[in-house]
């Protein structure tokens, strides 16, 4: 369903379970990115009324998805660390060019966000299935679900205001480009690293 072209290695679980700080420290901070991105959209691209009306949405959504890895930080009597590079994120956004039409910029935005989206949910899924602490499997199970409303979202979005069979291409270009991305990471305890 998701269209990724190379999985994450399940070992990656392992290198997580030896940090659940770093990774809850992270993933915070990929919440709080998520919301800032929404509110991004918004103030970028007022003219869009339904993306604003669904952004709104998710700000909430994700801003609330924030405070619940916070509380799950405060739990267990760690507390929030420092924010560092997403760098996943950052070779990501080299892909497309900058500049271009309004609606190239924004089908652009909302691509990357897609498969942020996408790459979270993946690795939220096996987290799910392969931590052996019950109470975070559940829990990550739970955002799944999430991510995975939102990865569609903004790939429906592109695909809206975008030209479809373009968009699509763009897509597929994207999707191979963050498989050779991935191939030299998924050996941190971070949610894309």
Not at 9 to 33: G, S
Not at 90 to 115: C, D, E, M, N, W
Not at 141 to 169: I, P
Request: charged residues 30%; negative net charge; contains cysteine.
């Amino acid at each position: 369903m998701l269209g990724l072209k190379l999985p994450t290695d399940p070992r990656w679980v392992n290198i997580v379970e030896k940090n659940i700080e770093e990774i809850l420290t992270d993933h915070a901070f990929c919440e709080q990115k998520a919301t800032s991105t929404a509110i991004s959209l918004i103030v970028s691209f007022p003219e869009y009324s339904d993306l604003v009306d669904e952004m709104t949405k998710l700000v909430k959504e994700e801003i609330s998805h924030f405070k619940m890895v916070h509380d799950k930080i405060l739990a267990r009597g760690f507390v929030l660390g420092r924010d560092r590079k997403d760098e996943y994120v950052q070779q990501l956004l080299t892909f497309f060019p900058k500049g271009g039409s309004r609606t190239i910029q924004l089908v652009h935005r909302l691509l990357y966000a897609a498969l942020i989206e996408a790459r979270s949910c993946e690795r939220f899924k096996l987290l799910s299935e392969e931590l052996e602490d019950k109470e975070l499997a559940d829990f990550y199970r739970s955002l799944m679900v999430s991510e995975a409303n939102h990865y569609t979202m903004f790939l429906n979005f592109a695909r809206t205001y975008g030209d479809r069979s373009e968009v699509d291409e763009k897509w597929q270009a994207l999707l191979t480009f963050e498989a050779e991305i991935m191939k030299n990471l998924g050996k941190k305890e971070t949610v894309h690293g």
